[in-house]
């Protein structure tokens, strides 16, 4: 297990304490003007990555910072028609994109920290039409 010297602090989203139990996080990777945004989610211990973009009509699914969830905790909710997703798989269980998800973000945790998984390739994926 790799010790926080380790670390390729390129790849480095959060620590992985900054995400409550049950709880989202936003986030931002790259640099520019169009920086990729994602969300990570935490269930049961084990966190998701997924691209900050609604598949109904390519929003971010919050307006506020970290502000992802329905307001008992169990669904992601997009805020601007109300898609609903449930957290580890980023499917769309209600709403008009049902059926579809968010596009994951290949990530891993190592030394307490989360970060962005080797080769992902951040400007594809801020990339809407990618
Ligand atoms: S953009 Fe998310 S529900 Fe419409």
Not at 15 to 27: K, M, Q, T
Request: aromatic share 4%.
């Amino acid at each position: 297990m790799a010790d926080e010297s380790e670390l390729d602090l390129t790849r480095v989203i959060c620590a992985l304490e900054e995400i409550p139990e049950g709880g989202c996080r936003g986030f931002t990777a790259g640099g520019g003007d169009w920086p990729l945004r994602g969300l990570l989610t935490r269930e049961d211990g084990v966190v998701q990555a997924f691209v900050n973009r609604c598949p109904h009509a390519g929003h971010p699914l919050n307006l506020r910072p970290h502000d992802f969830l329905t307001p008992d905790g169990a669904l992601l909710v997009c805020r601007s028609h109300g898609a609903l997703f449930e957290k580890s798989e980023g499917l769309c269980v209600a709403g008009p994109c049902a059926g579809r998800a968010l596009t994951r973000v290949a990530i891993e945790v190592s030394a307490g920290y989360v970060l962005l998984a080797p080769g992902v390739d951040v400007e594809r994926l801020a990339d809407p039409a990618g």
